[in-house]
């Protein structure tokens, strides 16, 4: 919420708005006013004027009641139009003969005191959004009370101040409720019908400032120990927020041992990396921060840097009520920008509930294949999302050099075991595999055909065809692929509400 900060002097009438606007009484007396401004805020000056009036650039009325939109300050030049954006003296003149010098007045403007930013809920303006605060609303609804910030009582903006309000403020300080404004996303009916609402963790509900939040610090190289990388180094939207390098260069130049993973409707998963070792989204986020082949920082490091910004505590206190930077909130609103990255816009989609155009007939060959028996992609890579969220040994390799889920649960029966990936926006997340082994697709398409290790430590039963292949003949290869193309969403991949928010 921010409050300006304003001095009026003499002859001035109306208000100084929040949208800095000032209204000026010419009551053919010399008006003169100080007004204070925020280093950077630009006031525009408005003044009403009955007829004619020889300073404004143009005439007629904005809103009520006759006021001229036109910045017209002026010490010599009555003509001269600009904005009072400069601290200084400005003389101005109020009145249809600018001969006249009882009307001409002076503005003084002088740098002010930063804006106070008070978090969403901060009926008491203390900083921090808590139990006073709902004391406050509360001996404001009972009339006991105005407090510091009546607007602020009004939680949920719905025109009353109730016990609305009161349940609104609890449930932010209790982080079962956003802080901010709740976020509404459009999620079509067949991905909810399957899978259900989306779920959102009691503990980081979501809100418009926390996705904002969110996708700054996803983009902020300062989460890195030289301040050269962010999650997004690895993580490109234009690659479906995967890195098209087989193994993602860290900081120290060091190269992982797998390729890094698409983040897409992630929302669904039930477990994060290759090998699941996370289970929710939000403590996956703090692995990248301090893995020394990523961004190799510390997290009181990346705290006190996050902390040091002239924006970011305002931001935070938006979002959980309180401008306290520490990883857990960090990680919370990362997963809050993770969760919006959505892509439910492909032809495949427009299949099951969109303007269908229909599929190309190599594109439904394709189709057949991969929802029958003839390719079986269907058994793991099912849903909407296009996973089943399970960890399968699809037979790649006969001695296995990297144990996936078995490193974790230290079962052997979990050994050659990988999450299996989402398709979605297939054909731009290469290279592919946990080692980005495939540089293409039809590399893929020929490993299912006729490169699974049948002798591959416990080989996913689904795998029907491993001992006899696919043999799909080089058509039905090609139709394959073109319809895991159908998977594709332009949309996604250019969304700009994804894309990097220090290059707007
Ligand atoms: C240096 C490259 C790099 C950076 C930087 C990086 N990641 Fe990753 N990310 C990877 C790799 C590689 C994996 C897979 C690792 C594994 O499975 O062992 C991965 C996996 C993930 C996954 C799991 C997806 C899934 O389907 O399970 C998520 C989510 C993710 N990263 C988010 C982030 C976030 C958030 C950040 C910033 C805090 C980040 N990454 C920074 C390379 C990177
Ligand atoms: C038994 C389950 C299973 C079946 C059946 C299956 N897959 Fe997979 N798929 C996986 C697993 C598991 C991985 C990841 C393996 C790894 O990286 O070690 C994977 C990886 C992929 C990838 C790479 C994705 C990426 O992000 O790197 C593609 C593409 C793919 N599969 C397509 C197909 C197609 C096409 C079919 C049908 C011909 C198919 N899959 C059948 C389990 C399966």
């Known amino acids: ?106 503005i003084i403007v002088e740098a002010g005191e930063a804006e106070e930013e008070y978090p969403n809920g901060d009926v008491n303006e203390d900083g921090e959004v808590n139990i006073l605060d709902i004391v406050a609303i509360a001996n404001y609804i009972l009339e006991f009370s105005t407090p510091a910030n009546p607007e602020a009582a009004d939680f949920n903006a719905d025109g009353n101040v109730n016990i609305l309000d009161i349940v609104g403020v609890a449930n932010c300080i209790l982080g079962f409720g956003p802080c901010g404004d709740e976020l509404v996303l459009d999620i079509p009916s067949f991905v909810t019908d399957y899978l259900g609402e989306m779920p959102i963790p009691e503990d980081n509900p979501m809100s418009v400032e926390g996705v904002e939040l969110g996708r700054m610090l996803f983009y902020d190289k300062r989460l890195s120990g030289d301040n050269t990388m962010s999650c997004a180094s690895c993580h490109l939207q234009s690659s479906g927020f995967t890195d098209p390098e087989q193994f993602s260069e860290g900081i120290t130049g060091e190269l992982g041992g797998r390729n890094a993973m698409q983040i897409i409707n992630a929302a669904w ?129 006969s001695e296995l050099t990297d144990l996936g889920l078995g490193e974790v649960t230290g079962d052997p029966d979990d050994d050659g075991k990988f999450k299996v990936p989402t398709l979605r926006n297939i054909e731009f997340t290469g290279p592919y595999m946990h080692d980005g082994r495939f540089a293409t697709l039809e590399e893929v398409v020929e490993h299912y055909n006729s490169g699974v290790k049948i002798d591959s430590p416990n080989l996913d039963e689904e795998m029907e065809h491993a001992s006899e292949g696919l043999n799909l003949t080089d058509q039905e290869k090609i139709d394959l692929v073109n319809f895991l193309k159908t998977f594709s969403d332009p949309d996604f991949i250019n969304n700009p509400a994804f894309s990097d928010p220090f290059e707007e």
């Not at 006013?33 to 650039?57: C, L, N, R």
């Not at 520490?326 to 990362?334: E, G, L, P, Q």
């Not at 495949?348 to 007939?361: H, L, M, Q, S």
Request: glycine content about 10%; hydrophobic content about 35%; charged content about 15%.
């Open 1 to 106: 919420m921010k409050k300006a900060v304003l001095m009026t002097i003499f002859m001035i009438t109306g208000l100084f708005s929040q949208d800095a606007y000032m209204n000026i009484s010419h009551q053919g007396i010399s008006p003169s006013a100080t007004i204070t401004v925020e280093s950077g805020q630009e006031i525009t000056f408005q003044y009403g004027g009955g007829g004619p009036h020889p300073m404004t650039s143009g005439h007629g009325s904005t809103d009520s009641p006759i006021f001229f939109p036109t910045v017209t300050v002026t010490s010599s030049n009555p003509t001269e139009v600009f904005s009072l954006t400069e601290v200084g003296t400005y003389l101005f003149h109020c009145g249809t003969n600018p001969g006249n010098s009882s009307n001409w007045g002076t």
């Open 269 to 397: 998963f039930t477990s994060f990396f290759w090998d699941g070792r996370a289970a929710t989204m939000e403590d996956q986020a703090f692995g990248p921060v301090i893995n020394p082949v990523e961004l190799n920082e510390t997290w009181p490091n990346v705290e006190a840097k996050i902390a040091a910004d002239p924006d970011y505590p305002a931001m935070f206190a938006e979002v959980f009520g309180t401008e306290t930077i520490d990883s857990v909130r960090i990680s919370k609103a990362i997963s809050q920008f993770e969760r919006t990255l959505l892509s439910f816009n492909s032809k495949f989609d427009d299949y099951f509930y969109g303007d269908f155009t229909g599929f190309t007939a190599s594109e439904e060959n394709g189709f057949d294949i991969y929802f029958s028996e003839r390719g079986d992609c269907i058994h793991c890579h099912s849903g909407p999302i296009l996973t089943d969220n399970e960890f399968r040994n699809n037979g790649l390799d």
